[in-house]
């Protein structure tokens, strides 16, 4: 199942929507802020119904 998403940069503070494939169930993955191009890290949490539950955005060297 895809799903929309806003979230915010961690680098230029701009937000977007993505889309979040929720069906590969809970992952981390790295995928380029469609604004600055930096690489933002995806962490998912799908929960035990295979509804997406959250989507949390970091630097990738935090
Ligand atoms: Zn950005």
Redesign the pocket.
Known sequence: MLNEWQID?P??G?NFITTVDASAGSQQYVED?Q??C?PIVFHITVATDGVLAAVDVNREND
């Open positions: 940069c680098y230029c701009e802020c604004v600055c930096s």
